[in-house]
C-alpha cells in the first residue's frame, strides 16, 4: 500500500489507526482529512511521521474540497469520520444525519472519480440494535438491522449507501462493524474515559439507569489491525463483525475503574436512564477470526490498565479536551442530575 485517504484521522479511532499504518507500512502515505470538529484534536497525532502525514482540514460532506484533497492514486479510502456520541444524537440529529449520511454520500462519489481501488467504511455493531439480557445470543454479519437511536439509524444509513455504490457502481467497499472501544485519547464523554476521568478527580461517577446494561469491549489498537486486515485481505462487498468477545457490564467497569485507582465504590451513581438504551450487545467475530486470521492481542485486564495509566499520565490532554464547548455538553447532559438520585 502506498497512499491511503483516512477520514476522522483527527479523532480517536482514526488516529490509532493513522499510528497504526505508519509504524507498520512502510512507505504508506497517509492524506488525514478530518474537519476538526469538537471530537477532532491534532494533539491525538503529535509525534506521528510527518514526513508521509499530510493533515488537511476539510468536511466530508463538501464535495470539492474532498475532491481536492483526494489524489488519483489512493488505494483506499478509510471513512472514519462521524458524529459518533448517542447522547449527542438524541439530543439533536441534525449533524449526524448530514455528516454520517450525507458525508459518507460525497466520499464514496469521490472515491468513485478518483478510481480508487477500495472504500472502507467503519460502521458500529449498534446497526443490529439490542439483544436480550442473560442470553447467549450475539451478532452476526446476518442479523438484521435494527437500529434504536439516530446515531445508530444514522451510521446504518451509511452502510446502505455502501452497499449500493457496490452493487450499482461495481466499488469495491467493504464494512467494518466494531463494539465499544477503549484506549488512550477517547474523548471524555464516552462512558469509560469519562468515569476514569472523574474517577481521578474524585467526581461522581454516572451510570445510566440499574447500571446493567452490557457493551462488548475491544481495545483500540486490535480494532485498528482488524480494519487493517479487511482493508488489505477482506473481500469486496463484505461486512465483518469485530469484538474481542469480551462482555462486560456497566457496573463491573465502573467497579474495575475504581479498583485500579483506588478509588471507593461510593462514587457510583444511578441517574436517570438513557431514551431507548439499547440493553446489550454482543458480537460474534468468528468471521473476522476465520477469514482473515485476525485476533486481539489484548486482554480486558492488559488493555484497561494501559488506559488508566494513559489518561493518569496525560492530565494535560484531558484538561484540554474538558474545557470550553464539551463543557456546557456536560452542563446540559448531567446538569439536572448534581442532585444524583442514589448510590451504590
Ligand atoms: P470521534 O468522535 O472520536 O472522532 C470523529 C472524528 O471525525 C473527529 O476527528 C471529527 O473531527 C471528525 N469529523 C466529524 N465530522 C466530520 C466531518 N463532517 N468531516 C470531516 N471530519 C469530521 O469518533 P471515534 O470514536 O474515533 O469513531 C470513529 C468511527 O468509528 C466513527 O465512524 C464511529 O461511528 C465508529 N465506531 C466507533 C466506536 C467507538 O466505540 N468509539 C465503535 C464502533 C464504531
Ligand atoms: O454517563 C454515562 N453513563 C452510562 O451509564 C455514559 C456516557 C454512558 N453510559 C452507558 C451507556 C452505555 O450502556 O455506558 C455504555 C457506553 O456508553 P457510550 O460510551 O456512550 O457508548 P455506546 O452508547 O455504547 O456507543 C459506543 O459504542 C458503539 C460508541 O459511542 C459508538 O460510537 C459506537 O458506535
Known amino acids: 500500500m502506498k497512499k491511503l485517504f483516512v477520514t476522522g484521522g483527527a479523532g480517536f ?17 497517509v492524506v488525514n482529512f478530518d474537519a476538526l470538529t469538537y471530537a477532532g484534536n491534532l494533539d491525538n497525532l503529535e509525534g506521528v511521521d510527518e514526513g508521509r502525514h499530510r493533515f488537511v482540514r476539510g ?122 472501544n477503549y484506549g488512550p485519547r477517547q474523548f471524555p464523554e464516552k462512558f469509560l474515559p469519562l468515569i476514569i476521568s472523574n474517577a481521578m478527580r474524585g467526581e461522581p461517577l454516572p451510570l445510566y439507569g440499574d447500571g446493567r446494561y452490557t457493551r462488548d469491549w475491544i481495545y483500540v489498537e486490535d480494532h485498528c489491525r482488524a480494519i487493517l486486515m479487511v482493508l488489505q485481505k477482506g ?6 463483525n469485530i469484538g474481542a468477545r469480551n462482555e462486560r457490564r456497566n457496573l463491573e467497569v465502573a467497579e474495575a475503574v475504581l479498583g485500579k485507582l483506588g478509588k471507593p465504590l461510593s462514587l ?15 458480537i460474534d467475530p468468528a468471521k473476522v477470526e476465520s477469514e482473515l486470521g485476525w485476533r486481539p492481542r489484548e486482554t480486558w485486564e492488559s488493555g484497561l490498565e494501559k488506559t488508566v495509566r494513559w489518561y493518569a499520565e496525560n492530565g494535560v490532554w484531558v484538561e484540554r479536551t474538558r474545557s ?14 448534581k442532585s444524583l438520585e442514589s448510590e451504590v
Not at 479511532?13 to 502515505?29: M, Q, T
Not at 457510583?268 to 454482543?282: C, E, L, N, Q
Request: hydrophobic fraction near 35%; charged fraction near 25%; glycine fraction near 6%.
Open 13 to 29: 479511532i482514526g488516529s490509532a489507526f493513522v499510528r497504526l499504518v505508519l509504524a507498520e507500512i512502510p512507505g504508506c502515505e
Open 59 to 180: 468536511d466530508i460532506c463538501d464535495r470539492e474540497a474532498v475532491l481536492a484533497a483526494l489524489e488519483e492514486g489512493t488505494e483506499a479510502v478509510v471513512n472514519f469520520a462521524a458524529e459518533s456520541h448517542v447522547d449527542r444524537s438524541i439530543a439533536s440529529a441534525d449533524e449526524f444525519l448530514r455528516t454520517n449520511i450525507l458525508g459518507t454520500q460525497v466520499l464514496l462519489d469521490a472515491a468513485r472519480s478518483r478510481s480508487v481501488r477500495r472504500f472502507v467504511q467503519i460502521s458500529t455493531d449498534e446497526v443490529m440494535g439490542s439483544l436480550p439480557d442473560d442470553d447467549d445470543a450475539y451478532f452476526t454479519e446476518a442479523s438484521p438491522f435494527e437500529p434504536n437511536s439516530p446515531y445508530s439509524a444514522s451510521k446504518a444509513a451509511a452502510e446502505h449507501l455502501c452497499r449500493a455504490a457496490h452493487q450499482t457502481h461495481g466499488l469495491d467497499t467493504v464494512i467494518t462493524r466494531c463494539g465499544n
Open 235 to 240: 473481500r469486496s462487498g463484505a461486512a465483518y
Open 268 to 282: 457510583i451513581r444511578h441517574v436517570k436512564d438513557r431514551p431507548g438504551h439499547d440493553r446489550r450487545y454482543a
Open 324 to 337: 470550553g464547548a464539551y463543557r456546557d455538553y456536560y452542563e446540559r447532559q448531567y446538569g439536572a442530575e
